[in-house]
């Protein structure tokens, strides 16, 4: 990870894409993508 955001940073910034903004946003901060729904679904299906 360390590699991608250095080579994310070495990019000119007018040419960076909304993902590329949004890793270098979210990189030294905790994140959580993780959808409870689907979480629930995968938990009723192991305890049937």
Do not use: C, H, Q
């Not at 007018?14 to 959808?35: C, H, Q, R, W």
């Amino acid at each position: 990870m360390a590699l991608l955001k250095w080579k994310i940073k070495s990019k000119n910034p007018k040419k960076l894409t909304s993902d590329e903004i949004g890793m270098l946003a979210i990189y030294d901060k905790p994140v959580n993508f993780t959808a409870r729904k689907s979480i629930d679904e995968i938990v009723a299906y192991v305890k049937s």
